[in-house]
């Protein structure tokens, strides 16, 4: 089931989504969405949970657990490159 989902996303290697930020709970940014997780299965899961998400960006940052810090966007609409981040964007709904 997993490998089904992922096909819903395009992966666009070294690059961020600058704009294009809402607010979520419990967020690591105040102005942004910017959660922990386990995978990228596991932020996919949480894309899909929110209708405004469109699109992730896996950073390279951490928690102390270990666990990896990325920001859920609204759009794609401007990608620019980041050799430090990974871009996934939902390809349908």
């Not at 600058?18 to 959660?35: A, I, M, T």
């Not at 932020?43 to 940052?61: G, H, M, P, R, W």
């Not at 609409?77 to 050799?83: A, F, M, T, Y």
């Amino acid at each position: 089931m997993r490998l089904f989902r992922l096909a819903q996303y395009r992966r666009v290697p070294e690059a961020f989504i600058p704009d294009e930020n809402y607010r979520c709970w419990p967020s690591y940014h105040h102005k942004g969405c910017l959660l922990s997780v386990f995978d990228v299965n596991e932020a996919i899961e949480i894309c899909d949970s929110y209708s405004q998400c469109k699109a992730f960006v896996l950073t390279n940052q951490t928690t102390w657990t270990g666990r990896q810090l990325v920001f859920f966007k609204m759009a794609s609409n401007h990608i620019v490159p980041d050799p430090d981040k990974i871009t996934y964007v939902k390809v349908t709904d």
